[in-house]
């Protein structure tokens, strides 16, 4: 069975500039978890959605971040415009239903120029 | 303060020692509790989850403490194989996943 699927993997961009990120979760996984991972940190949640709906997005900059979700399918995270300090790792999770295992994706390492 | 809190280390061990890590956490509602592997450049993955009762799996066994909100993590003859990130998570009554920093181990020969 497929794990969680993310692209790109790497991610190069200047200031300022746009990005997305995708991930593609495991079949039949009704709770999608984007997390941002620092070097050196645990990750910690940005946004977590129960089917379609984003159920938890308090730790989501509302102000540069979106995220979405439409079919309650894959998902997209966007920053816009990028910052230095947004370089890090975006890590995308899917779970069963909330409180069950979460399997990680590979993760997107994003460096802000 | 952090809501899980390790030691980061590293903590450089030769091959067949026993090691072990503590975590503590500070938020009484979390009601489960699990240690993450995180290889390099690579995604965490689940380790086992952690019990008051204390479970053993292969050469590891995690314990958790309630009373105390201490988790342990003991590896007993270590192989090369075990270097790695191992991430102390709680989860919370509402389902999020809280994430220690993560303790280093580098297992030489």
């Known amino acids: 069975e497929a794990g969680v699927v993310q692209s790109p993997r790497y991610k190069i961009i200047e200031k300022k500039q746009p990005v997305a990120f995708w991930c593609n979760p495991i079949?039949?996984?009704?709770?999608l978890y984007w997390y941002l991972q620092n070097l050196g940190q645990g990750p910690e949640l940005l946004i977590r959605?129960?089917?379609?709906?984003?159920?938890?997005d308090s730790q989501l900059p509302k102000d540069r971040f979106s995220a979405e979700r439409l079919k309650g399918v894959d998902s997209t995270l966007k920053i816009q415009p990028a910052e230095l300090g947004d370089s890090a790792v975006y890590l995308c999770?899917?779970?069963?239903?909330?409180?069950?295992?979460?399997?990680f994706g590979p993760g997107t390492r994003l460096l802000v120029l | 303060r952090k809501e899980v809190e390790q030691d980061p280390g590293p903590f450089n061990v030769p091959e067949g020692a026993t090691v072990a890590f503590n975590c503590t956490y500070s938020?009484?509602?979390?009601?489960?509790f699990f240690w993450y592997r995180q290889d390099c450049r690579k995604e965490p993955k689940l380790l086992m989850s952690?019990?008051?009762s204390g479970n053993e799996d292969g050469r590891f066994t995690a314990q958790l403490n309630r009373a105390s909100q201490y988790i342990s993590l003991l590896i007993r003859d270590s192989k090369l194989s075990d270097s790695a990130t191992y991430l102390c998570?709680?989860?919370?009554?509402?389902?999020?996943?809280?994430f220690g920093q993560g303790t280093t181990l580098q297992v030489k020969p």
């Open positions: 999770a899917s779970s069963l239903d909330v409180g069950e295992t979460q399997y």
């Open positions: 079949s039949g996984h009704n709770t």
């Open positions: 959605y129960e089917n379609e709906e984003a159920v938890d």
């Open positions: 938020n009484s509602a979390s009601q489960s």
């Open positions: 952690v019990y008051s």
């Open positions: 998570v709680a989860l919370r009554n509402t389902g999020k996943l809280i």
